[in-house]
């Protein structure tokens, strides 16, 4: 009986050892399994972070790109407009000549009137000696001199604020 005793306890004894040994090991695991987990998490809050950024930058570029495509949209439809004044006016200088010398030839009196009317129309307005060759935006108003242009913030026909400035070369 004795030995029927001792045999118990030690088996008893052996797996209250393998007890704590699965114990540890469970542990051991347990604690491995959730700082794996806690890398992993934090892995994807860098990556969920990074993803915001990177959607902000793109939302950004976007923003950007689609101000470039109006501006020069917008740049298009001036320099379209602009072509077309100076066609406008190109035309006009072509016929007026013309229609000056025919002028000229019938009524040499009222000739010399539309001159001097025409050549006030070409004076600058600001300073009244210098040729207009520079037109305002966005009035359009071709209305001031080379020299004069720099130092008028608008335009001295409408008064309107001077954006920018396009100097027009006579040919």
């Known amino acids: 009986m004795g030995g029927e005793n001792q045999n118990e306890r030690l088996i008893?004894?052996?797996?209250?050892?393998?007890?704590?040994?699965?114990?540890i090991?469970?542990?051991?695991?347990e604690s491995k399994a959730l700082y794996l987990m806690r890398r992993k998490e934090d892995e994807l809050a860098g990556a969920t972070k990074?993803?915001?950024?990177l959607e902000a930058s793109l939302r950004k570029v976007e923003m950007e790109?689609?101000?470039?495509?109006?501006?020069?949209?917008?740049?298009?439809t001036t320099?379209?407009?602009l072509s077309n004044t100076l066609q406008q006016v190109n035309e006009s200088q072509v016929r007026a000549p013309n229609t000056a010398?025919?002028?000229?030839?019938?009524?040499?009196a009222s000739f010399d009137r539309e001159e001097t009317s025409n050549d006030n129309k070409m004076v600058c307005k600001h300073c009244s000696t210098g040729s207009s060759c520079v037109v305002f935006?966005?009035?359009?108003?071709?209305?001031s001199c080379h020299?004069?242009?720099?130092?008028?913030?608008?335009?001295?026909?409408?008064?309107?604020?001077?954006?920018?400035?396009i100097n027009v070369f006579w040919v």
Not at 12 to 23: G, V
Not at 101 to 108: K, M, N, W
Not at 137 to 143: A, K, N, Q, T
């Open 79 to 81: 320099l379209t407009d």
């Open 65 to 76: 790109s689609d101000s470039w495509r109006r501006l020069a949209k917008a740049n298009e």
């Open 25 to 29: 090991l469970l542990n051991r695991m």
């Open 101 to 108: 010398q025919d002028a000229e030839s019938i009524f040499s």
């Open 50 to 53: 990074k993803r915001r950024e």
């Open 147 to 165: 020299s004069c242009e720099p130092f008028l913030r608008s335009c001295p026909v409408c008064k309107s604020i001077k954006e920018a400035s």
């Open 137 to 143: 935006l966005p009035c359009r108003h071709l209305c």
């Open 12 to 23: 008893s004894t052996l797996r209250e050892q393998r007890k704590q040994q699965l114990a």
